[in-house]
């Protein structure tokens, strides 16, 4: 049997199971009842203003989609590129941004059906807003794999060679890392201007309760949970799941390892679908279950599929490359690296943990303190997640059989290591599926304790939802750790495969030399991407977050009756400013992530990219580490104070403990999570614009000249 011929099918076969499932649980939860009219009503509101936003988003990037195909067909017209591009382009763009969109329309389903599941008990909460995560999960890998699987069908049909093959599949991931950027910024800074603006009137100028329905930014800050952690998060880890698969199958044909190598990475994908399924019905909980119960009932899940995705993916790696069964141990160096960074990220920002604890206590001198320390936190937590990823960069390179290029430069051996590299990468993200469930249910269970609130529920219905609003804290935090992680090891597959596609239109152009100014130059350029991404970012959640506070202060001051609760806000004006100000502050920052890359190649040459390339990821890297567990510690503070800890809600700690968090808003939910995506972006631009980077450059004509 003809295992490679049937091996795409497997893995289309897999993907359209994962989408089915989730199709199935995508109408268990909308079969669920809604609640009381008011419930209904409160979430009517927040899935108008997340399909607003979406669909007002969608036509602002739809103009850059219909720009960049006309650049991408005069590039094909000229042969810099094949014309499958700007097709692949194209429909990685919209799986990006369709998994974002199914992700968000189950959230804005869910918020309501969740409150009232947890009036019954917190398991029914729980399986609720998990189903809904799990549609979210499902569908990323299942359009994912949908996506590749296709595509790889219809070029191995048409160009037969893996070479020709892989270099066309890889450009179609910079229409994803496309997508995952405008949403992840669009949404970011919708999502945390709604936030901050809404914290700082409400929580600590006015005194009252967050998601109080007084204040007129609380439907904004709903709204906002969706298309930021919900709608953007599902194209991110879309856009990270893809390339991780795309970048390995592309470093196989560089190791020799013909179609077997290829197709290795998508089935252990597609494997990580099924054991993803299997884990979400080991997902439940008991009634009065504490943070650490409710985090082992996931954990148990994501644990099982781990488990089962290694030993099947044991038995496929013997079946396909029985010679170069060490890459193997490269799928497991993946997934322990995975588990490992998730749970260092749930020691930083876990309440359940010191770091957290001593933050909350910094609060007892106010808020100035409470940040340093929280910058200090996320500094001091990049320490172990950079030796988690080196360790497991090592043990890949060697498993895969790397060791040859160590001991006497064969550059076989050097590239079976980074096949091993790449694989490492798609263990780690294997069963995103679930891993994304237990990640995207957290800004369901943060809705629907803000519909308990606004709607009036009792007290333990509150309880219940803020349980399973602080479990997602700790989850989102992880998730965003995974992500960072994956984002690494994918980023550096990427680099290699810009290397090798540089090499293979001009051999010996590559002079990766640090005498050689264009590298040198590029290092720092890149170094110092990730921070001018990051102040743009911050500067526009700022600029956004200054308009609401604006906003909610007129309201309470102009809106007569509103303070006593007997007016009702104009929750759509807040909505409308963070729509505005977000799809215009988006703009800036995406697009540094798209031109920098080419105008680096066109003034420095392919040395001073593949410089700008690895500064970009070694900063990246740790500053996408520091900022997410920075805030993330910062959320879980305030949550701890909130409890009932030094304090307790409404003193003074508390008022320094919600400053923090405001600061922290932009680093965990906008600037944080976009800049892995930055250095996969760049890299995917790069790999699209070699060629016209190769034939023209200032830097040659300047030497030429000179010469």
């Known amino acids: 049997m003809d295992f490679v011929s049937i091996a795409p099918w497997i893995v289309l076969a897999a993907a359209v199971c994962g989408l089915a499932f989730a199709a199935y649980k995508f109408f268990w939860v909308k079969s669920q009842p809604e609640g009381t009219k008011e419930m209904a009503l409160i979430a009517s509101k927040i899935r108008k203003g997340a399909m607003a936003y979406l669909k007002r988003q969608y036509k602002t990037v739809g103009v850059f989609f219909a720009v960049m195909v006309v650049i991408i067909c005069v590039m094909a017209a000229f042969g810099l590129l094949t014309w499958f591009v700007p097709f692949a382009f194209l429909s990685g763009g919209f799986f990006s941004g369709l998994s974002g969109f199914i992700g968000m329309k189950i959230a804005t389903y869910a918020n309501s059906r969740t409150a009232n599941g947890a009036k019954q008990g917190l398991n029914k909460g729980l399986k609720i807003a998990f189903s809904s995560g799990t549609v979210m999960g499902l569908t990323v890998v299942g359009l994912g794999l949908l996506d590749i699987s296709v595509w790889f069908l219809i070029l191995r049909a048409v160009l037969h060679d893996p070479n020709e093959i892989m270099s066309a599949m890889l450009t179609f991931g910079m229409g994803a890392s496309s997508m995952a950027l405008f949403a992840r910024v669009g949404g970011g800074i919708f999502t945390k201007a709604a936030d901050v603006g809404a914290d700082l009137v409400g929580k600590v100028e006015a005194g009252i309760p967050e998601d109080d329905p007084r204040n007129p930014a609380v439907i904004a800050d709903n709204v906002g949970d969706n298309v930021g952690d919900v709608a953007g998060m599902g194209a991110d880890l879309y856009e990270s799941y893809v390339g991780s698969v795309i970048s390995t199958g592309a470093l196989a044909t560089a190791a020799q390892l013909g179609f077997e190598g290829i197709v290795v990475p998508m089935l252990i994908a597609a494997i990580g679908i099924i054991s993803s399924i299997i884990g979400t019905f080991f997902v439940s909980t008991k009634e009065g279950a504490s943070q650490k119960n409710l985090l082992g009932s996931?954990?148990?899940?994501?644990?099982?599929?781990?488990?089962?995705?290694?030993?099947?993916?044991?038995?496929?790696?013997?079946?396909?490359?029985?010679?170069?069964?060490?890459?193997?141990?490269?799928?497991?160096?993946?997934?322990?690296?995975?588990?490992?960074?998730?749970?260092?990220?749930?020691?930083?920002?876990?309440?359940?943990?010191?770091?957290?604890?001593?933050?909350?206590?910094?609060?007892?001198?106010?808020?100035a303190t409470i940040i340093i320390n929280g910058i200090a936190l996320g500094m001091n937590s990049t320490a172990i997640p950079v030796v988690i990823v080196g360790i497991s960069i090592l043990i890949s390179f060697f498993a895969a059989g790397g060791g040859g290029f160590i001991s006497n430069g064969d550059m076989l051996s050097f590239n079976m290591?980074?096949?091993?590299?790449?694989?490492?990468?798609?263990?780690?993200?294997?069963?995103?599926?679930?891993?994304?469930?237990?990640?995207?249910?957290?800004?369901?269970?943060?809705?629907?304790?803000?519909?308990?609130?606004?709607?009036?529920?009792?007290?333990?219905?509150?309880?219940?939802?803020?349980?399973?609003?602080?479990?997602?804290?700790?989850?989102?935090?992880?998730?965003?750790?995974?992500?960072?992680?994956?984002?690494?090891?994918?980023?550096?597959?990427?680099?290699?495969?810009?290397?090798?596609?540089?090499?293979?239109?001009?051999?010996?152009?590559?002079?990766?030399s640090l005498k050689n100014p264009p590298v040198l130059i590029g290092l720092f350029v890149g170094a110092m991407l990730p921070f001018l991404f990051s102040a743009f970012t911050m500067q526009a959640v700022g600029r956004a977050a200054q308009k609401i506070v604006v906003e909610v202060r007129r309201q309470f001051r102009e809106i007569k009756g509103l303070m006593q609760g007997k007016a009702e806000a104009d929750y759509e004006t807040c909505v409308d400013i963070c729509t505005r100000s977000s799809l215009k502050e988006m703009i800036l920052p995406a697009s540094l992530g798209i031109l920098v890359p080419i105008i680096v190649g066109l003034v420095l040459g392919v040395n001073g990219v593949v410089g700008m390339l690895a500064g970009a990821l070694v900063s990246g890297f740790a500053i996408a580490i520091m900022m997410a567990n920075s805030g993330g510690a910062w959320d879980n503070a305030k949550k701890y104070i909130e409890a009932g800890n030094f304090g307790g809600k409404g003193s003074e700690n508390h008022k320094a403990a919600v400053v923090g968090d405001t600061v922290g808003d932009p680093f965990k939910d906008t600037s944080g999570p976009s800049v892995n995506i930055l250095i996969k972006l760049l890299s995917m631009v790069s790999i699209v614009f070699a060629a016209l980077t190769v034939k023209f450059n200032l830097i040659d004509i300047i030497t030429n000249l000179i010469k």
């Open 298 to 367: 996931l954990r148990r899940g994501t644990y099982i599929a781990a488990v089962l995705s290694a030993i099947a993916s044991a038995v496929l790696i013997y079946v396909f490359l029985p010679e170069n069964f060490g890459v193997f141990w490269a799928v497991i160096s993946g997934l322990i690296a995975g588990v490992l960074i998730g749970f260092f990220t749930e020691y930083y920002t876990s309440d359940s943990y010191k770091p957290t604890q001593k933050l909350s206590a910094s609060s007892e001198t106010g808020s």
């Open 417 to 512: 290591g980074l096949y091993g590299v790449g694989i490492s990468a798609v263990g780690m993200l294997a069963t995103l599926g679930i891993t994304l469930a237990t990640d995207a249910y957290g800004p369901v269970a943060d809705n629907a304790g803000g519909i308990a609130e606004m709607a009036g529920l009792d007290e333990e219905v509150r309880n219940r939802t803020d349980a399973l609003d602080s479990l997602g804290n700790t989850t989102a935090a992880t998730g965003k750790g995974f992500a960072i992680g994956s984002a690494a090891l994918t980023a550096l597959a990427l680099i290699v495969s810009y290397t090798d596609k540089i090499e293979s239109i001009d051999e010996g152009v590559l002079q990766l």
